[in-house]
């Protein structure tokens, strides 16, 4: 009589990990990952000590156990960051035991082809960075061809965002441009651009890329012209809202430090709020923080009260914070500007609880809260 094959060990592990037929709630999604990193740390080692093709085997079995874990637990998300992970793992794996990259290959479109439930949403980026040239050529060849076979059903007007194509243009495309994006290949990117269209986004991430090559007079002229692009349509997502950020760290890379201010400045005035609030005092000079701060402080009450409050936490100008709040919540209390304690209404001069930043703070909170609310119910 044949005696059974003995049972690799982790294998055994791998189920215990997986829970299969347990469904796992949202609580407890994060436990379940953790043991699965562990488990991938364990098979990884199995690589460095040369047994990859064991890896192989188990790294197989991960994958195909934790795509099918997706029916049984409460939060998808973290699981498909985690079956990225196991790829890229897998794909090393495969590489260290000389198997064939037309079938690593092979196997990366499949998933990306029968996807159901997003776990290969962006892996494009990922498994690029572990293909050898080999299959990193392949990979790239077959999207091309993809792209270029869906090509002749695309509209004969020239589009200007790739959401305008149909998929069979559209998919891989978006692929190839995270592939790209991922290798910082600026060239490839741009000439993709020049026959699909350039969007807002396109923009931001090929002066990404220049500004990781520090080619700052480059990356400004991609800035300046997703700027300018910005208006001309509704993008959705493929707008940026980077780009205005990205414009003044150029400039003041560039040397051209007043231009800086002026377009941090120019991007305040159009939207105040905290955060281009804290963008505009990046680029102040030291000795006038204060005048910019009293000249942004005056120009922000075009703001919402959830923008203007949060700006006042920001800072810490409890005087107007409270004075604003007042003065938009209950119409009938006029306090426009509060300074000396003899001009307080009494009830500020007690001592209460009230007057702590850190209660202050709340009541920003629930102030725009409710201006969200009201502006909800308007609609």
Same mark, same amino acid.
């Given at each position: 009589?044949?005696?059974?094959?003995?049972?690799?060990?982790?294998?055994?592990?791998?189920?215990?990990?997986?829970?299969?037929?347990? &469904?796992?709630?949202?609580?407890?999604? !994060?436990?379940?990952?953790?043991?699965?990193?562990?488990?991938?740390?364990?098979?990884?080692?199995?690589?460095?000590?040369?047994?990859?093709?064991?890896?192989?085997?188990?790294?197989?079995?991960?994958?195909?156990?934790?795509?099918?874990?997706?029916?049984?637990?409460?939060?998808?998300?973290?699981?498909?960051?985690?079956?990225?992970?196991?790829?890229?793992?897998?794909?090393?794996?495969?590489?260290?035991?000389?198997?064939?990259?037309?079938?690593?290959?092979?196997?990366?479109?499949?998933?990306?082809?029968?996807?159901?439930?997003?776990?290969?949403?962006?892996?494009?980026?990922?498994?690029?960075?572990?293909?050898?040239?080999?299959? #990193?050529?392949?990979?790239?060849?077959?999207?091309?061809?993809? =792209?270029?076979?869906?090509?002749?059903?695309?509209?004969?007007? %020239?589009?200007?965002?790739?959401?305008?194509?149909?998929?069979?243009?559209?998919?891989?495309?978006?692929?190839?441009?995270?592939?790209?994006?991922?290798?910082?290949?600026? %060239?490839? $990117?741009? =000439?993709?651009?020049?026959?699909?269209?350039?969007?807002?986004?396109?923009?931001?991430?090929?002066?990404?890329?220049?500004?990781?090559? #520090?080619?700052?007079?480059?990356?400004?002229?991609?800035?300046?012209?997703?700027?300018?692009?910005?208006?001309?349509?509704?993008?959705?997502?493929?707008?940026?809202?980077?780009?205005?950020?990205?414009?003044?760290?150029?400039?003041?890379?560039?040397?051209?430090?007043?231009?800086?201010?002026?377009?941090?400045?120019?991007? &305040?005035?159009?939207? %105040?709020?905290?955060? !281009? $609030?804290?963008?505009?005092?990046?680029?102040?000079?030291?000795?006038?923080?204060?005048?910019?701060?009293?000249?942004?402080?005056?120009?922000?009450?075009?703001?919402?009260?959830?923008?203007?409050?949060?700006?006042?936490?920001?800072?810490?100008?409890?005087? *107007? &914070?409270?004075?604003?709040?007042?003065?938009?919540?209950?119409?009938?209390?006029?306090?426009?500007?509060?300074?000396?304690?003899?001009?307080?209404?009494?009830?500020?001069?007690? #001592?209460?609880?009230?007057?702590?930043?850190?209660?202050?703070? *709340?009541?920003?909170?629930?102030?725009?809260?409710?201006?969200?609310? !009201?502006?909800?119910?308007?609609?």
């Amino acid at each position: 009589m044949k005696k059974r094959a003995r049972e690799d060990p982790l294998v055994t592990k791998i189920q215990h990990e997986l829970m299969l037929g347990h &469904f796992v709630r949202h609580d407890d999604v !994060s436990e379940l990952i953790n043991g699965l990193d562990r488990v991938h740390d364990q098979v990884e080692a199995l690589v460095k000590s040369g047994e990859a093709a064991r890896a192989v085997r188990l790294y197989e079995i991960l994958l195909s156990g934790t795509y099918a874990k997706s029916e049984e637990a409460d939060d998808e998300c973290e699981l498909a960051m985690c079956f990225h992970r196991l790829a890229c793992g897998w794909i090393q794996a495969r590489q260290a035991a000389g198997r064939s990259a037309e079938e690593t290959v092979s196997q990366i479109l499949n998933w990306m082809k029968n996807d159901n439930y997003g776990f290969c949403h962006r892996i494009e980026q990922e498994v690029v960075k572990v293909l050898d040239q080999e299959g #990193k050529r392949l990979f790239i060849s077959h999207l091309h061809g993809l =792209l270029e076979k869906g090509m002749p059903r695309a509209t004969s007007t %020239p589009a200007k965002a790739i959401f305008d194509y149909e998929n069979g243009v559209r998919l891989p495309a978006m692929a190839l441009k995270e592939i790209y994006e991922s290798l910082g290949d600026v %060239p490839a $990117y741009a =000439l993709m651009c020049g026959t699909l269209g350039l969007s807002p986004r396109d923009c931001e991430r090929l002066a990404e890329m220049e500004k990781s090559r #520090k080619r700052w007079a480059k990356a400004l002229e991609w800035v300046e012209k997703g700027i300018a692009l910005k208006p001309t349509r509704n993008w959705h997502n493929e707008d940026s809202s980077s780009l205005a950020c990205l414009k003044p760290e150029i400039l003041r890379k560039l040397g051209r430090k007043q231009d800086a201010l002026a377009s941090a400045w120019a991007d &305040f005035q159009e939207d %105040p709020n905290d955060l !281009s $609030y804290a963008e505009l005092m990046r680029y102040v000079p030291r000795g006038e923080k204060s005048a910019w701060h009293e000249r942004a402080m005056a120009g922000a009450d075009k703001a919402g009260l959830g923008d203007f409050l949060a700006l006042c936490v920001k800072a810490q100008e409890w005087q *107007r &914070f409270a004075g604003e709040s007042i003065r938009r919540s209950r119409p009938n209390w006029r306090i426009s500007a509060i300074t000396a304690p003899s001009q307080r209404p009494k009830v500020w001069r007690r #001592k209460s609880p009230w007057r702590r930043p850190s209660c202050i703070g *709340r009541w920003a909170c629930v102030f725009s809260m409710r201006e969200k609310a !009201s502006i909800t119910t308007r609609r």
